[in-house]
Nanobody
Framework: QVQLVESGGGLVQPGGSLSLSCAASGFIAGLKNMGWYRQAPGKERELVASITSDGNTNYADSVKGRFTISRDNRKTTVYLQMNSRKPEDTAVYYC???????????????WGRGTQVTVSS
C-alpha cells in the first residue's frame, strides 16, 4: 500500500507564510514527479507547483515568486513554502506523486487526502 500524508495546513493572515509537507510511504519502487494542487470552493482543481526527481520545478503563474517547492534528499517528501499569502490562495491543497509500487512496472498517480489552507484576517 502506498500513502501520501500531508501536514502543515491552517489559518494564516494575508501576507503571512505557511509551509506544507507531504511524505510518501509504503511499498515504493520508484517515484517520479511530485507536486501540489489546490481546489477552492466552486472551482476546479489546479496545479500549484511540481518538481521532478531531478529537481526541475514548475509553478502556476499565480504563485510564481511567492511559493517554493522542494524535495528532501531521499526524494520521498515534498515541501511547499508559501509566502506573501493572498486570500485567493484559500483552498484545499492536495499532494500528488507518480509512484511505481514494488513488484510492478507502471507509474500511477497517487493523491493525499488534502489539507485546508485559509488566508484571512
Amino acid at each position: 500500500q502506498v500513502q501520501l500524508v500531508e501536514s502543515g495546513g491552517g489559518l494564516v493572515q494575508p501576507g503571512g507564510s505557511l509551509s506544507l509537507s507531504c511524505a510518501a510511504s509504503g511499498f515504493i519502487a520508484g517515484l517520479k514527479n511530485m507536486g501540489w494542487y489546490r481546489q477552492a470552493p466552486g472551482k476546479e482543481r489546479e496545479l500549484v507547483a511540481s518538481i521532478t526527481s531531478d529537481g526541475n520545478t514548475n509553478y502556476a503563474d499565480s504563485v510564481k515568486g511567492r511559493f517554493t517547492i522542494s524535495r528532501d534528499n531521499r526524494k520521498t517528501t515534498v515541501y511547499l513554502q508559501m509566502n506573501s499569502r493572498k486570500p485567493e490562495d484559500t483552498a484545499v491543497y492536495y499532494c500528488n506523486a507518480e509512484i511505481r509500487r514494488t513488484y510492478t512496472f507502471d507509474y500511477n498517480d497517487y493523491w493525499g487526502r488534502g489539507t485546508q489552507v485559509t488566508v484571512s484576517s
